[in-house]
């Protein structure tokens, strides 16, 4: 199902889960069809029936899905293009609202939710809903936005009233396409031929032919004439970099830290705990760099404090003789070498070292605060030479049959990751690599902390990004990280902390911890 998002709007989130069912189009280690789609859109339309307004009539917006009200002239960017298109070509209406009022999140009242362009082909029967790029997003963000608007179209023509779709000619048409707009160079690089035939073949059969196709499209910024896109051609250009979209957990916390202070720090002296490398964004408020030196440094200037949390978080992990370090940014250049990563040794961000009888014990953790991702393989996908520099890329998909020889990484770079993940091979025999879709970073860490000794590797993340569990290609048939884990390297190979606990912890352990208790809750998480 899609899970809900505790800090988006609902729309969001259905953007959310459309972009991971478009990776799996997109993946050719698979193979979906349209009837996977289609039962995908069931599944879609069912989830956002249940955020209908309910306390008001969710259709009493006068603009929604009307084509003739007036508009704004836009100043500039794909706005401004879609007034000009607009201004020279007949039937053709720009930002129509989609769902301005109808779905309601728990206080979201997704107000700007508009289709970019409808083209009206014959009134009253058949239909075109635009999505306009310029240069924005990428082209399968532009088909799951695609996909969401006509979602938005298939709730108004099934659920309003029928004095509601009476005045609305669109909403009782026959036929409706489904396009994105773009200029050609916008597809360099790119193939949308898989993704078009099973969205098209996807809506075909959910709406039983009245949504029959779904195209990717050029358009001729100087006569505004869509055409078919040339994949032959746009396939011999290199694709331009991916922009990064951020997440509604992200966005939220930058919104209500956007006003603290540089770096977001409860001490500043704690600083001076990182004595190698600061990551770039050290300064941001959505740091996890520094969101880890918040939650751990109370602990590192306390080892007696740093046993009572790890033995509440880990019972039995500490006993009285036994003393606890904490260290940031750690290198382990040993296991680095031993899995020939030839200079860039995993750095990890906290590591808790316990002393006594002789043995060293550590606990590597990586904190996450607002990441969509672990991070993937760059032999599957690399967002700024994409798709990859992998010119074996298929091999991903049968990579258990032959790792040294058919994984980029070992290929290419005589990585050593499949000389200790040969335990793995017996367990998904018949899986594509596990690691392409946000894994890989993890897999790194875990194996770094097998062949730093005795060693445990945790995450530990913020409860609320929901955006960090999802994984956009399932694992196993698991679409959560920690299942995913669970299901290949073992139920505890990672374990996997909630850092609100850790913080509760830690001031319970210690009441006078209560103020950065509460400082902590009032920077990270909702009032």
């Known amino acids: 199902m899609i899970p809900d998002h505790r800090h988006g709007s609902v729309l969001w989130t259905l953007d959310a889960a459309v972009r991971r069912h478009t990776a799996f189009v997109e993946d050719s280690c698979s193979a979906p069809n349209g009837d996977e789609t289609a039962r995908f859109l069931q599944e879609s339309f069912d989830w956002l029936q249940k955020y209908l307004t309910g306390n008001r009539s969710p259709w009493r917006s006068k603009p929604i899905w009307q084509l003739d009200s007036l508009r704004k002239v836009p100043e500039g960017g794909e706005e401004k293009f879609a007034y000009d298109l607009c ?43 635009i999505e306009l790029k310029i240069g924005s997003n990428a082209a399968e963000y532009a088909a799951a936005q695609s996909i969401r608007n006509a979602l938005l179209y298939l709730i108004a023509r099934r659920l309003a009233p029928d004095s509601f779709r009476s005045t609305r000619p669109l909403l009782q048409a026959n036929r409706i396409g489904l396009r994105v707009w773009a200029p050609a160079q916008y597809y360099d690089g790119y193939n949308g031929q898989r993704l078009q035939s099973a969205i098209s073949k996807g809506f075909s059969i959910f709406t039983d032919g009245l949504i029959q196709d779904f195209v990717l499209q050029t358009i001729d910024k100087e006569c505004g004439k869509a055409n078919e896109v040339d994949w032959e051609t746009a396939g011999a250009q290199k694709r331009r970099e991916l922009r990064h979209v951020p997440g509604p957990f992200r966005m939220w916390l930058r919104e209500k830290l956007k006003d603290a202070p540089k770096p977001l720090l409860f001490d500043s002296a704690w600083r001076n705990l990182i004595t190698k490398r600061e990551h770039s964004g050290f300064e941001s408020p959505d740091s996890s760099q520094a969101f880890g030196l918040n939650i751990f440094a109370p602990l590192a200037h306390d080892s007696e404090l740093a046993k009572k949390v790890l033995n509440r978080l880990l019972p039995g992990t500490t006993s009285a003789q036994e003393k606890v370090t904490i260290q940031f940014e750690e290198s382990f250049e040993d296991a680095a070498k031993l899995l020939n990563e030839r200079g860039i040794s995993t750095q990890v961000d906290v590591v808790f070292t316990i002393n006594g009888a002789g043995v060293k014990r550590k606990l590597l953790i990586e904190v996450k605060l607002a990441e969509e991702q672990f991070g993937g393989c760059k032999g599957w996908f690399d967002p700024k030479n ?40 017996p367990v998904m025999p018949h899986e594509p690599c596990p690691f392409r879709g946000s894994l890989y970073q993890l897999m790194r860490n ?34 959560d990280t920690s299942g995913a884990v669970r299901a290949f390297l073992g139920r505890d190979a990672v374990l996997f902390w909630n850092a609100l606990d850790v913080i509760e912890h830690t001031a319970a352990a210690e009441p006078s911890l209560h103020s950065w208790r509460d400082w902590m809750l009032d920077q990270y998480f909702k009032n």
Request: with cysteine; proline share 9%.
């Open 87 to 129: 201004s020279g070509t007949s039937g053709l209406f720009r930002q129509i609202p989609a769902a301005s009022g109808v779905i309601d999140w728990k206080g979201f009242r997704n107000q700007h939710a508009n289709v970019d362009l409808v083209r009206e082909i014959s009134p009253g029967d058949e239909y075109e809903l």
């Open 386 to 425: 994409p798709p990859t520099r992998n010119p074996h890329r298929d091999r991903c998909c049968t990579v258990f049959q032959n790792p040294e020889a058919y994984c980029y990484m070992a290929a290419k770079f005589s990585r050593a990751y499949w000389t200790y993940l040969k335990p793995l091979l």
């Open 446 to 479: 875990y194996l770094t902390a097998r062949l730093a000794g005795p060693a445990q590797f945790i995450v530990c993340s913020h409860p609320d990004n929901d955006e960090l569990s999802m994984l956009p290609l399932p694992v196993c048939g698991h679409y």
